[in-house]
């Protein structure tokens, strides 16, 4: 069965850190770009981060840069984001997908990652004191 899932959120302080994961089954991710997605409370799901095919350029939204790293491991078959210096505004629900590359949209501000549709149940972070 071809499928990602995500895991890892989980309730921090602001401040606190937290490692997603997206573990791919049924197929290979190195052959992939991988993007991460976040969708806040009432807002719309926006792109975080993508790790480009076959360059390994990455990308992040401003409000992320310096604070999260998105990383893959060929051999677990799994792609990373390491959160630190969390903030409550990054509290949502976190997605992966998977596209041929990181194909940057920018609307507004808001990154969008054309091609790439997040099929899966994602998982919660929240960052509250």
């Known amino acids: 069965q071809v499928q990602l899932v995500e895991s890892g959120g989980g309730l921090v302080q602001p401040g606190g850190s937290l490692r997603l994961s997206c573990a791919a089954s049924g197929f290979s991710l190195e052959h992939y770009a991988i993007g991460w997605f976040r969708q806040a409370p009432g807002k719309e799901r926006e792109g975080v981060s993508c790790?480009?095919?076959?360059?390994?350029?990455?990308f992040y939204t401003d409000s992320v840069k310096g604070r999260f790293t998105i990383s893959r491991d060929n051999a677990k078959n799994t792609v990373y984001l390491q959160m630190d210096s969390l903030k409550v505004e990054d509290t949502g629900v976190y997605y992966c997908?998977?596209?041929?590359?990181?194909?940057?949209?920018?609307?507004?501000?808001?990154?969008?990652?054309?091609?790439?549709?997040?099929r899966g149940k994602g998982t919660l972070v929240t960052v509250s004191s």
């Open positions: 790790i480009h095919r076959p360059d390994g350029r990455l």
């Open positions: 997908a998977t596209g041929a590359e990181c194909t940057l949209m920018i609307v507004n501000t808001t990154h969008y990652y054309y091609g790439m549709d997040p």
